[in-house]
């Protein structure tokens, strides 16, 4: 916790702390175990440290390797701990091995290889140090290394007295006794069991999920024998969802995945003039609709767990308030054909619209509650403030991200049949960290969610910024940021938020949101550690001298409003400033429970609750209200924010 670890402050990949406990633990012992086995070999030998130093000159069939007239019990006290060492030590090994393979460090069969190789090797000097372990219990005398029955007769039996050795020619025959050969065939059997046992646990084991929210644990083995990806198994996709691009009015952008590649991917959209969506419609009707062409991205980041691609089609130049209609799939091969699905697009004037928002979602049983809630208020779109999936950047936790999408796309339909569109930003369990070093480190949250126009023949989803502006309204702006997620709070992000806010405010856009993961000011979290207080220096100015008007943080699970904020203090009545509202702390999914707050000074709070909730905010000519609904549909909290400066907030 000390180092940050625990909190995943720092860039260590929650799947590198999942990891690392274990991988720790296993190391150790195995260290453990062999200084245990060296230190007990040369108590029983007295070795000398030079004799110790020419350990490389030893042979398996040097007499002088083991003892020839070991001390009973002694000597055979010492061989028992001597074995368990070298057994507890090369478990442990395996243990790591099968630890890294679990979290896609190495490929699982390139483990299996090595735990096969190092068990069978440590297997056979085993065999070896267990005849001698018998012989030095017993007080028997060991002349040799054990290579046969007969020599196994004579440490068993001190009155066995071997025959003469004859003098055999060079290149005489040498005839195996059938007990030797029944022993070599039954040691290939065993060797060959052990490679299958091997093999088959370490490919189960392998490509392991952690999640959170609720916790959960899966390998590769398990997804295989439930056998639950449509993606694999179905033509047409298997999730399509709507994001807005830069102006709502007039752009959405369209995601579908699919198990297969599509020759020709396209989106066909036409408006409510040309189809209302009560009669039925053909393949060959819908190939008359506007056409797009969609780009592909292949998820090249689990394509050695299951085949993946996913599509993005832009649909520019739509009418503002108007309902679109549209179908994906691969032109030309009907089976891949989605059904008709519909989206409306934002007001470009003063016309009130709304919009929802909740951060920290998973996959609890508040999720389905909470979509209900808010898709019967019929929001423009839904805001996610990050930690969506609880995946932490697990390649393996693919599935997961299916569960959430299959969610949000049941459940994000208003009860006229529109699709909400969503809008994100990232959090750290989408990249598994703060301070993550580069987007790789969240492999599903940049493919999934894209919001520009993407000419992917050019451009990876990577290779977008992990910050974006929306613009709805004549008068408003939503501004998804990261806060020290993947890009730094200051830099390249902050001169990119001066540049857009500043050219907002000279053309007239007097609304500004802000949605992003990590809050300036926290509820329950230390406000002075690094992260919160970095955050405050490089966005609090920006914030406060373009007027930006609600903040929506996340993070801390729980519902928090602050005072009305100037210059990091509050804005008292008669000010000539407006200040800005910090409202949220995420917890739309969930569950907020009521925890001992660290000790802090937290003049800047107005309420705090341990509450699930959604915020949903209306923006009208006058005014723009924010109100925080329960998982139980209630509004428990509301705040009223005139846009006319002569009137006070309520």
Known sequence: QRMGFASGYYSVPYRGLYFLAPFSVGMFFTCLSLVMVVTLY????????????????WTADDPSFFPKNADAPMSGVLWIFFNFFVFFGSCCFVFVLL?????????????????CIFMVLVGQLRWNWFQHARAAIWGTTVTSYVENDEELTSMTNPEYQRPEESDDEVGSTVTVSPSSLSFIILYTILVICFLVFTFSLTWFMSSACITLNPNSFSTLGIRRLLNDDPCETDLWPCHVYVTFGNQMATEIIVHFHSGIKYE????????????????????????????????????SEISHLTERYVYYARAAGLTPQETYYFVVGDEGYHKTYSKVKKVRTGPDDDTEF?????????????????????????????GIGGNIAFASGIPGCYRRWDAVLDWLEEGLVTPTGHTIPIITAIGNNEAGALYAETPYQAPFYYPYFTYEN????NKLPYDLPS?????????????????????????????????????????????????????????????????????????????????????????????????????????????????????????????SVPEEVESAQRDY??????????????????SVTVSAISVEGRVFDRFVIPTDENNAPE
């Open 454 to 457: 993407l000419d992917l023949l």
């Open 605 to 622: 709070l107005d309420q705090v609750e341990f509450k699930s909730h959604v915020l949903f905010t209306t923006v009208t000519k006058k």
């Open 354 to 382: 709304s919009f929802a928002i909740g951060g920290d979602v998973g996959l609890t049983a508040n999720v389905q509650t909470m979509l209900k809630t808010l898709s019967m208020l019929e929001p423009l779109f839904f």
């Open 264 to 299: 020709q991917p396209v989106i066909w959209i036409t408006s409510s003039k040309n189809y209302s969506g009560n009669e039925t419609i053909s393949a060959h009707e819908i190939e008359t609709w506007q056409q797009h062409k969609a780009g592909v991205y292949r998820m």
């Open 467 to 591: 910050y974006h502006a929306h613009y709805v309204g004549s008068t408003s702006a939503i501004y998804s940021l990261d806060s020290n997620i993947v890009s730094l709070s200051s830099g390249k992000q902050a001169e990119w938020m001066e540049t857009k806010m500043n050219s907002d405010t000279r053309r007239g856009i007097t609304n500004k949101f802000a949605l992003y993961h990590v809050g300036l000011y926290p509820s329950v979290q230390d406000p002075n550690k690094e992260i919160h207080t970095q955050l405050r220096q490089d966005w609090i100015p920006k914030f406060d001298s373009h007027s930006v008007t609600v903040a929506f943080e996340n993070h801390d699970q729980t519902y928090k409003r602050t005072k009305l904020m100037f210059n990091n203090t509050e804005v008292t009545p008669g000010s000539p400033h407006k200040g800005t509202l910090y409202v949220g702390d995420g917890a739309f999914g969930v569950y």
């Open 42 to 57: 040369c108590v029983h030998r007295s070795f000398t440290v030079k004799r110790l130093m020419s350990f490389s000159t």
């Open 99 to 115: 630890f890294i393979s679990m979290f896609d460090y190495i490929p699982f069969y390139v483990a299996g290889l090595l735990e």
